[in-house]
């Protein structure tokens, strides 16, 4: 091969080169958009309830946004330790499916000891 065969061929592949690498840029950006876009998606913690009892403890927890366990049964009229069994179950689901929209603090924060708490994500 000549030399200016040589170097067209080269420039051929460079120029190949650059469009791939401007193709992954591409693609690396929209990645980060799919990731921003499912990252903010709504959360809708309603999904998570399994009955109207459920539903209740969520809509009271969405309210008020921070309630210990004892208060949300007397609230709801019910025993405390059935509520605390759904509580860990409606925290585990959501945080297995991604959307950790609840959460328990055992120590002492913000005046609340031992509660359950409602995240910012959540409106």
């Keep these: 091969m000549k ?19 401007n193709a992954i840029a591409r693609i690396g950006k929209e990645l980060e958009l799919t990731e921003l876009i499912a990252f903010k998606k709504d959360i809708n913690p309603v999904n998570y309830a399994k009955d109207d009892l459920d ?25 405390r330790h059935k509520i605390g069994k759904r509580l860990k179950r409606i925290e585990m689901e959501s945080k297995q499916a991604g959307e950790p929209w609840l959460e328990f603090n055992p120590k002492e924060k913000d005046g609340h000891f031992r509660a359950w708490w409602v995240t910012e994500e959540v409106k």
Excluded: F, Y
């Design 55 to 79: 539903q209740k403890i969520i809509k009271l927890l969405l309210e008020k946004r921070v309630l210990t366990t004892s208060e949300i049964a007397s609230a709801l009229g019910d025993n």
């Design 3 to 21: 030399t200016t065969e040589l170097t067209m061929v080269v420039k051929g592949h460079e120029k190949r080169l650059r469009k791939l690498e």
